[in-house]
């Protein structure tokens, strides 16, 4: 008995030709915790919970993979801001160590907390406009981009 192994049809993103999707738009309406497709309808369900369809337009919304990104880029953008203010402060200043505690930490956490949902919005957008994951509705269901499916006969 003989197999033979035979490429199948790749899907690839060059192999649709789909309308762009402007991704700055969608990155600011996610940012206004607004959906990407549409911008009307609001994303979130619970303070991180994505809902899973847009209200307005329908637009799937299950299938982001914003994992940890949003909290990475909060700290690299709350760190950005914070420290230079205390080094600022530190060196023109020099106040007690019990009051710049009490200005940074709840200025810390109050900021990073304001910024999560909308930071996780515009990664949400960004991934919608790319078409990543499971935005592309052109791609056929259990194919993965770049994948090789093989076929033994």
């Keep these: 008995m003989e197999s033979r192994t035979m490429p199948a049809a790749t899907w690839t993103s060059t192999s649709q030709s789909l309308p762009k999707r402007d991704l700055w738009q969608a990155m600011a309406r996610g940012l206004r915790c607004r959906c990407p497709s549409c911008g009307e309808g609001k994303i979130f369900r619970a303070f991180l919970k994505v809902a899973d369809k847009c209200p307005a337009c329908g637009e799937n919304l299950s299938h982001h993979r914003a994992d940890d990104l949003p909290a990475y880029l909060v700290i690299v953008i709350v760190g950005h801001i914070i420290v230079p203010i205390a080094l600022w402060i530190e060196t023109n200043y020099a106040p007690s160590m019990l009051l710049q505690l009490a200005f940074y930490l709840p200025f810390t956490l109050v900021s990073s907390l304001l910024l999560l949902q909308p930071v996780k919005g515009a990664v949400v957008g ?28």
């Design 126 to 153: 960004l991934q919608w406009a790319f078409r990543m994951h499971g935005f592309d509705e052109s791609r056929p269901e259990g194919v993965e981009e770049g994948t090789i499916a093989k076929l033994v006969k």
